[in-house]
Structures are given as C-alpha cells and as structure tokens.
C-alpha cells in the first residue's frame, strides 16, 4: 500500500486544512471547512440528442431503460472541459454501453452542456444540452474498417474507439486518450481525425513493444499486453498547452507490480511522446485512475477510485501529486484531497432527494456511481467533477438507472 496523508472527516471537521506549492498538505487553525460541496447539476438519465436509433445490440428493460432507444443518448461523461464562453462545457461521453460488440451503433461525440448548479443560493441543478461535435475518420487515417467504413463522413462508433479522456490544445485541436489501443487520438475543433492513432510503448516488456488492449484491431490473436479497459482513462493538460500527461487506467498485464500506473509525456507541439514518464502507485492493485487534470506546470489532480456502486463505492479519491516529487521508491508522493464518498454538505443541497429511495446525499455527500470519470479545475479552489454513469447502471438509486451528476467541491489552496 502506498504511503499518503488522508484528510479525515474528523480532521475537517476540526481544522481547515492548506495545500503547500509543493503539494504537501499541512494543518493550519483557521474557521470553514476545506472541503464543501458548493454546487449539484442533474441531468436525467432519459436525455436523448438527435441521431440514429441506438442500443440495438442489448435489447430488453435494464434499471428501467428499454432497449434499444430512440436515437442517441447523452450519457456517460468520461471528460469535462471548458466550452466556448463562461459557464459552458464540453463533456465526452465514452464509447456507450460498455463493449464494443454493444456500441456500434452509438456515435461518438462531445456535447456543449451548460449546468446551473444548484448551490446555496439558488440556482436550478439542471443541465441545458446544446450542440454537439461528431468524431470521424473522412481521410481514413484510422488504419483500420471501422464501422462506418463505406460512409462519406466515416463516423466513428463505440465499436470503432473508447474514448475516455478529452483536452483542447491552444489551437483548438483536441485531444483524446482512448482505451481500445490504448491510443492517444489527434482531431481537428471540429472532430476529424488529423492523424494515425499515436501508439503506447509497453514499460512492461523487456523487449519492447507497444500496448495492445483486448479490442486492439492489431492485436492478430496475440495476447493482449493491457487488461481490457484499463487504456487512457485520464489526461492532463499543460497550462502552456505545450504537453499532455496520460495515465494508464490500471497495469500492464506483465507488470509483476500490478499497483503501478504508468503516466506517460507527450509533446504536442512534436507529436510524439518524449520518453519522459512516473509511476503512481494506486492503493489497491484493482483501484482504477479515473481522470487526471493540470493545477499548474508541476502539480496534477487525479481521480483514484473502486469498482463499487452505491453504498458500496467505499473508495474514490481526489489525489494531488507534483512530478517533481519522487520518493526513493521511484513513485510520486501522492497526497489525499478530496474523499468523494464523505463530501462535507454544510448547506445540504444536495437535498432533496430527486427520486424516492435516493442514497448518499446530504451531510455528507456521497459519490455513487460507479464510474466517477470527469475533473476539471474551475478555477484556483473550485474542481468540476462528473460521473461516468454507465447507461443504465444504478447507483444512486437501488432500483432505477443513474442520472448524469456534476458537482462542485471547494477545495481551499488549490492554487499555489
């Protein structure tokens, strides 16, 4: 088990709490808690964009949903970023429903979504759906038949790429960490496909490599050197817009350390990965990084989490590491920031309850959903943080599918 510096309840409730430049975290007297839920946004699970019908590979009734549905859903954000003015964002659902053999027929995009969260002073808690980019392939530099392969714009599918991490270089281009490579993909503002996917080495192989998820299309009955579902479920971004940061979702098949999460380097303005990469350790071998984001030039947030659902997500947290700080083990020094299943609610609103038999909320909140796959700094004491509700897991409610979520955490010194 690795070594970090958990802030307790018991340590918010008695202490205000400040993050050091360097990312140590020291106690220090002082009124107000660190840690506050400041905004809920709900958006529900039924919330359908135009397009095609959608989920035909899983017919029948799943928490509520009938399969398949009416044309695309809105669901699953794995990413967040900011849009294109104040108070808009652009979130990227993943590949759909949870294969690849299911989600052919979901189309892979990014929706413009403005919350109005609900906080102590009012506001709504929904969440207004706007326009939407579409990935695609028209030059046909995938490298491999996708699914839409004899279609003019070549839209990519969840059963062409997962898409789990998304970031916007200074040009506009965007940039997305994918789980079936595991690839790093290149696309223009608009959602084409500017290059081939960019390759991972394998840290793993003493001879060498590259990683090859399950559902790479390279794989050629080889065995597959990342386990299925453990790619680049987070990405960072440098403030200058100069690098991205990938992390592994969880280890490479080989590797004898199977708590070791490879966060690779690569240059933007080359195009290349530069060879430059950390180790983190996650706290249990099974424990996933869900989503990763830049503070400043040194320090990142990242999303350490469980498998569990509902009262049983007993482990997810909001870890700061600073990549200058290496312990002699050769890890990053990773120190607790947030743990999402005992978020401080002072002025309860996440109440009330949106459906009869909702769990977790109030004082204090609790992050259900199974897949908590989105954060993104809003500025330098508020963190955006969205769930990946895998359409139509449950979570929140025993009996019903989940709502997509995005709260608010104020985190007091997060800018240094």
Request: charged share 20%.
């Amino acid at each position: 088990m690795r070594m970090n510096k958990p802030i307790t309840a018991a340590a918010i409730g008695a202490l205000a709490m400040l993050i050091l430049p360097g990312g140590g975290i020291a106690a220090s007297a002082g009124p107000g808690p660190h840690v506050a839920l400041v905004g809920r946004a709900v958006l529900p699970v039924e919330t359908y964009a135009p397009g095609p019908v959608s989920g035909q590979f899983q017919t029948g009734v799943f928490n509520g949903i009938t399969f398949p549905l009416p044309s695309q859903p809105v669901q699953g954000f794995s990413s967040i970023i900011d849009g294109r003015q104040p108070g808009e964002y652009l979130a990227m659902p993943d590949n759909g429903y949870g294969g690849k053999a299911t989600s052919t027929d979901f189309l892979i995009r990014a929706y413009y979504i403005r919350p109005d969260f609900k906080t102590a002073t009012g506001g709504t808690g929904s969440v207004e759906v706007g326009d939407y980019i579409s990935f695609r392939d028209p030059n046909g530099l995938i490298g491999f038949t996708i699914v839409q392969d004899g279609t003019a714009d070549r839209l990519l599918t969840g059963g062409d790429i997962d898409p789990e991490s998304l970031q916007r270089a200074h040009n506009g281009d965007l940039w997305v960490g994918d789980e079936f490579g595991p690839w790093i993909l290149h696309f223009s503002a608009d959602g084409v496909l500017l290059d081939p996917p960019f390759q991972i080495p394998n840290l793993s192989s003493p001879n060498g490599g590259v990683l090859r998820s399950p559902n790479n299309p390279g794989l050629d009955g080889a065995s597959p050197s990342q386990p299925n579902s453990r790619g680049f479920e987070s990405m960072a971004i440098s403030p200058d817009g100069n690098y991205l940061y990938a992390a592994l979702e969880g280890a490479n098949v080989a590797d004898p350390d199977q708590s070791r999460r490879y966060i690779y380097e690569f240059s933007i303005t080359d195009e290349s990965l530069t060879g430059r990469t950390w180790q983190y350790r996650a706290d249990q071998p099974a424990y996933m990084l869900a989503d990763m984001a830049a503070l400043d030039t040194h320090r990142l947030v990242i999303i350490e989490r469980d498998g569990g659902l509902g009262v049983n997500a007993l482990f997810r947290e909001v870890n700061l590491v600073d990549l200058r700080d290496v312990g002699a083990d050769g890890f990053l020094t990773v120190d607790r920031v947030v743990d999402l299943t005992a978020i401080p609610d002072p002025d309860l609103i996440s109440l009330p309850a949106i459906h009869p038999g909702d769990v977790g909320l109030g004082d204090p909140f609790r992050v259900t959903c199974e897949s908590v796959e989105a954060i993104h700094p809003i500025d330098g004491t508020r963190l955006l943080i969205g769930c990946d509700n895998n359409f139509p897991n449950k979570g929140r409610n025993p009996g019903l599918a989940d709502d997509n979520e995005f709260i608010v955490v104020k985190v007091s010194g997060l800018k240094s």
